[in-house]
Structure formats: C-alpha cells, structure tokens
T-cell receptor, first 112, second 112 residues
C-alpha cells in the first residue's frame, strides 16, 4: 500500500517568512495529492491539491509542487501570517475509489 | 465542498459504556468514512460505511468494538463500545464526492 512521509513535524517561522513542508510517497500509481489545514479544535480543511499531470499549482500565497520522478511534493506558503498557524497534512491517492493516505502532519507556528 | 454535521460534538463517558456518534451529509453518497484522530496525531481510517452492505474495517479495527450503521445515503452512525480511556480521541465522519475527502467537525470523546 501507499506510504506517505511528511517533514518537518514542527516548523517555526517569523511572520513574513516563507514556509515549506515536504512529503514523499511510495506508490508510483498515486495521481492526486491534496493538502489540508487543521486549526486547533477544528476539522481538517482542503486548502490546495494537485494532480500528477501538473508540476505546480498556485493559489494566492500558497503553492504546491510535484516531482513525479522523485515521488515527492511540497507545500509552499509565502509571506506567512499568524493565522497560518495550524497543523498541515499532506495526502496521496490513486483517485477514484482509492482512499487517500495521510502524512503525520506538520505543526506550523508563525510568530508575530 | 460538502456539508457534514456530527452529533454530539463532544462527550465525557465512563469506562465500560458505549457512545453512538451520528453523521449527516447534505448529498447522497455511496460511501461514508469514519476516522479517528488521537491527540497530536494524524488521521486514521477506522472503516468505510457502505449503504446496503456491511462496513469495511481497516486493520486494527473490529466490528464488535466499532459497529457502524448506514441506513440511507445521507446518514451513518459509529458506536464506540465498551469504552476504555484509550478510546479518548476525536472521531471524524467523512465523505468523498470525487477524489477529495471532506470531514465533519468531529466528536471529541473523553473516557474516564
């Protein structure tokens, strides 16, 4: 089955800095890679996703890159703000009826 | 996105008792999912609830401990039976219309 590794487990940055979270996956057939943000006491919410036919996707201050050859994908947050503080989860899936496999999560702390 | 509600939002229970968690979604879906999230941990799939058939359980989870009902295409329940303090966790209902997994607000369970 799929195995997703996520690093780092904790990331502390100053407001305005950039943050990068990296994930690797094992199943070369995986083709859908969502990222979730979970604020304290809240549900995980999808913030961005990418499919294997695309190398990069941007949405305002967040972007995701995918390297299919190396089987890794990354979340980039620019100009971080205190409200970006949360736990971020990556996931990988073959899509369709396949259930996504989640990474262990990264706790991002943005200091004002 | 999906609209998912859960009841109760939290509960404190005594060891040896059972709790049933309800999940309602806003659209008819073939599969609903139940996850567990232990404190500071990632999302662990308990089972997939199929309408009209038995739920499919993941390794480490059994029907006697986590019986699931799926009476129609918009509703499911998860029961946590014969609870122990190790069952203290957040339980999340989920649906996937397409490739993206959406989560309910969660039920925070504390077992004393």
């Amino acid at each position: 089955g799929e195995n997703v590794e996520q690093h780092p487990s904790t990331l502390s940055v100053q407001e305005g800095d950039s943050a990068v979270i990296k994930c690797t996956y094992s199943d070369s057939a995986s083709n859908y890679f969502p990222w979730y943000k979970q604020e304290l006491g809240k549900r995980p919410q999808l913030i961005i996703d990418i499919r294997s036919n695309v190398g990069e996707k941007k949405d305002q201050r967040i972007a995701v890159t995918l390297n299919k050859t190396a089987k890794h994908f990354s979340l980039h947050i620019t100009e971080t703000q205190p409200e970006d503080s949360a736990v971020y989860f990556c996931a990988a899936s073959r899509g369709g009826s396949y259930i996504p496999t989640f990474g262990r999560g990264t706790s991002l702390i943005v200091h004002p | 996105s999906a609209v998912i509600s859960q009841k109760p939002s939290r509960d404190i229970c005594q060891r040896g008792t059972s709790l049933t968690i309800q999940c309602q979604v806003d659209s008819q879906v073939t599969m609903m999912f139940w996850y567990r999230q232990q404190p500071g941990q990632s999302l662990t799939l308990i089972a997939t609830a199929n309408q009209g058939s038995e739920a499919t359980y993941e390794s480490g989870f059994v029907i006697d401990k986590f019986p699931i009902s799926r009476p129609n295409l918009t509703f499911s329940t998860l029961t946590v039976s014969n609870m122990s303090p190790e069952d203290s966790s957040i339980y999340l209902c989920s649906e996937r219309p397409g490739d993206t997994q959406y989560f309910g607000p969660g039920t925070r369970l504390t077992v004393l």
